[in-house]
């Protein structure tokens, strides 16, 4: 459960920080950090957070790539926000 707490306390404070920087700041840095998040997400079973990260991260590339749009990216951002929070209340209950 401390490894899960963890996971959530992180990309709580990731997106936090993305909404302060704002899209246009987003860089491969973000990207590596959404892979490996991903990657825990897969290793503690958490298969739907998984796919949303990486969901996130395919389409943040293609908005650093210049073939993506912001509203794609933004849902999937808010769609992770929001399963964070679901999450987090989970984890206090």
């Known amino acids: ?23 246009s700041q987003l860089g491969p840095d973000d990207l590596e950090r959404l892979i490996r998040d991903r990657d825990t997400a897969a290793l503690l079973q958490m298969d739907f957070l998984s796919r949303l990260l990486q969901n996130l991260a395919d389409q943040g590339r293609q ?5 993506g749009g912001e509203e794609e990216l933004q849902r999937c951002f808010f769609r992770l926000c929001q399963y964070v929070m679901l999450a ?6």
């Open 63 to 67: 908005l650093l790539l210049g073939g």
């Open 1 to 23: 459960m401390n490894e899960i707490c963890a996971l959530t306390d992180e990309l709580r404070r990731w997106s936090d920080e993305m909404l302060l920087r704002g899209w």
């Open 88 to 93: 987090e209340e989970g984890i206090d209950q």
